[in-house]
């Protein structure tokens, strides 16, 4: 079947239904969609505020994802200070820890923060090294930005 082109043009809010997919719940997006977003089985959408779309920007995602990581750091170190970023990551491990939610990572971000070392803080939020991009996967000062905010970076890296 071959996809009229002008179908999303007029179409372009579409109800997307919530269906049982065996265990788990999904949605169903039309071919014709997929084939005008470029992508097809075993390719990957990004889901940005309330919008499914495709992986968007002109890095690749691997690296989209880390310069977006990186931004989220950065935006953190301009609003905050190091002392407060400290305690807001201290704490959350804490609760992390407590919750049994616990990664390699965290073992590594507990010892950044309790060392206190602004240069070595820094360097792992900021980093463009293999190092900091890996530890950006798994940040424990989340929470200090306003969701808008971390909404507006999220949709400025997805283009």
């Not at 719940?25 to 084939?35: D, E, H, Q």
């Not at 950065?74 to 804490?94: D, K, Q």
């Amino acid at each position: 079947m071959r996809c009229d082109p002008c179908y999303n043009c007029y179409n372009l809010s579409m109800k997307l239904v919530l269906r049982a997919v065996g265990n788990s719940i999904g949605v169903i997006i039309p071919k014709s969609t997929l084939n005008e977003w470029g992508i097809g089985k075993g390719d990957a959408l990004e889901i940005v505020g309330r919008s499914i779309r495709p992986l968007g920007g002109g890095l690749h995602s691997q690296d989209a994802l880390d310069e977006l990581k990186r931004r989220l750091a950065a935006a953190v170190t301009a609003h905050f200070t190091a002392h407060e970023i400290r305690a807001r990551g201290l704490a959350n491990l804490h609760r992390w820890k407590k919750n049994g939610a616990w990664v390699s990572a965290y073992t590594e971000w507990q010892g950044i923060l309790s060392r206190g070392d602004d240069g070595e803080l820094f360097a792992a939020m900021l980093g463009r090294d293999e190092n900091a991009n890996r530890l950006r996967q798994s940040p424990p000062y989340v929470g200090l930005l306003p969701r808008d905010e971390v909404r507006r970076l999220n949709e400025e890296a997805s283009g």
